[in-house]
């Protein structure tokens, strides 16, 4: 999954590589302050004259004053550059994966259905772009964090190594890929009330439709509440070991503190160090946290990608036949068609061994009861559908041997259901 989602950084690695070196200059900027504020711990501890001590003050201000207009800097960059390389990446992810619907036959619709396809390109692709965003910011700045924190001051890079300090894990998280099917059938049932409202309405069955959205809405809201009851043990956990180390880390140099003789350590020391044991175990927890939302983006990225491997049925042949619009005689022929939607059931054809012709400038009336095929015999030659067996014929020619644009150029379609697209009443019009 995340080697077919990586081509679409492509010509953003730049991108990425100035966020994380504006977050690393944030990093060492947040890391340096603590040393700084060690060095007016020191200048009082050694008792020197209250002018010099004003001094520094004043100099070591200005330092932290430089060292967060630089670290702004450095955070404005990353959230700037995270934001665009978020954007694009979803921008040309939408893009294929519309492109690629557009594409399919109606048997690969039929395989996803309209709610669950709707959802992966609204739901899914931002849970993606989130992810990408907060992978740039939080999981860059996590270990820049761990990893200067061990060579900016040496004093506290030794005592970091002689203190125990939290670790971060991962909860896998395996409600993910069922609650976005629960959000598939809410959209489902959503758009079908959308849709048929005034059939609803006619035939009094709001009482039902509500029922059924109640019913789809709760299976979902029982999956998230058992999802979020996996997330919400991370943060307490993470608070308790925080809590604990920073009690130990106190109590530790405290005693080491009374015993400055023998260990050399100084109470400045001891605060510089519990701020980067802070700063550190709050970006752990971030990084948790995000860690969290990368395993409901990998069931993201599956759906999708799931959607991108799926091979078109319906394609041009290699090479098409292309009819000019004046020679088109209008022969349709069935030879021995027959034809199902599932092709890897073992279920009846919905038509079999149809076999009929219709001469130029003659009309037929297929006639018969709902659902007996009729739509479907008609689909067969436009090739909206292909048929299971035998062979659909247009002026001799098979329709799967026709350029897939040139075959429905030729067919003129009047639908059963009458569908508006956004726009004026001529715009509609122009459609035909």
């Given at each position: 999954m995340i080697k077919k989602l990586a081509k679409y950084m492509n010509g953003l690695w730049l991108l990425a590589l100035v966020s994380a070196m504006g977050m690393i200059i944030e990093a060492v900027c947040e890391?340096?302050?603590?040393?700084?504020?060690?060095?007016?711990?020191?200048?009082?501890?050694?008792?020197?004259?209250?002018?010099?001590?004003?001094t520094l003050v004043i100099k070591t201000g200005i330092m932290m004053f430089l060292l967060a207009a630089v670290g702004l800097c450095g955070g404005l960059a990353t959230m700037k550059t995270s934001a665009e390389i978020s954007q694009r990446f979803v921008f040309r992810l939408r893009s294929d994966v519309y492109k690629k619907i557009s594409a399919f036959s109606f048997r690969n619709i039929d395989k996803f259905s309209t709610a669950s396809l709707t959802t992966k390109m609204t739901n899914d692709i931002t849970m993606l772009q989130n992810v990408v965003m907060m992978s740039l910011r939080i999981l860059v700045r996590g270990p820049a964090l761990l990893i200067v924190s061990n060579v900016t001051d040496v004093d506290s890079a030794s005592a970091y190594n002689r203190y125990p300090y939290s670790g971060c894990y991962e909860i896998r998280i395996f409600y993910v890929p069922k609650m976005q099917k629960k959000v598939d059938n809410v959209n489902r049932v959503v758009q079908e009330n959308l849709i048929g409202i005034r059939v609803v309405?006619?035939?009094?069955?709001?009482?039902?439709?509500?029922?059924?959205?109640?019913?789809?809405?709760?299976?979902?809201?029982?999956?998230?509440?058992?999802?979020?009851?996996?997330?919400?043990?991370?943060?307490?956990?993470?608070?308790l070991l925080f809590n604990i180390v920073i009690v130990f880390v106190y109590y530790k140099g405290s005693i080491d503190a009374a015993n400055y003789s023998e260990t050399g350590m100084q109470v400045g020391e001891i605060s510089v160090f519990a701020s980067y044991i802070m700063q550190i175990l709050m970006q752990l927890m971030m990084i948790s946290m995000v860690?969290?939302?990368?395993?409901?983006?990998?069931?993201?990225?599956?759906?999708?990608?799931?959607?991108?491997?799926?091979?078109?049925?319906?394609?041009?042949?290699?090479?098409?036949?292309?009819?000019?619009?004046?020679?088109?005689?209008?022969?349709?022929?069935?030879?021995?068609?027959?034809?199902?939607?599932?092709?890897?059931?073992?279920?009846?054809?919905?038509?079999?061994?149809?076999?009929?012709?219709?001469?130029p400038g003659e009309i037929i009336g297929i006639v018969g009861g709902t659902g007996c095929g009729k739509s479907s015999l008609v689909n067969l030659i436009s090739r909206l559908y292909d048929a299971t067996q035998g062979e659909v014929?247009?002026?001799?020619?098979n329709v799967k041997d026709y350029d897939l644009a040139s075959l429905r150029d030729i067919i003129g379609v009047v639908l059963q259901k009458n569908v508006f697209f956004s726009g004026t009443i001529e715009e509609n019009i122009r459609w035909g």
């Open positions: 890391l340096a302050t603590p040393s700084l504020a060690n060095n007016i711990y020191e200048s009082v501890s050694n008792t020197t004259t209250p002018e010099e001590t004003r309405k006619a035939f009094v069955r709001e009482d039902h439709k509500k029922e059924k959205f109640h019913k789809t809405s709760d299976e979902l809201a029982a999956q998230g509440a058992k999802a979020s009851g996996l997330i919400v043990t991370v943060m307490p956990i993470m608070m860690l969290l939302q990368v395993a409901r983006g990998k069931a993201c990225g599956d759906r999708i990608v799931e959607v991108l491997d799926t091979e078109i049925d319906i394609v041009n042949p290699e090479n098409p036949y292309i009819p000019a619009k004046d020679s088109v005689k209008e022969k349709v022929e069935f030879k021995d068609v027959s034809f199902k939607y599932d092709t890897d059931s073992n279920g009846d054809n919905i038509l079999d061994n149809i076999s009929f012709t219709t001469e014929l247009i002026d001799g020619v």
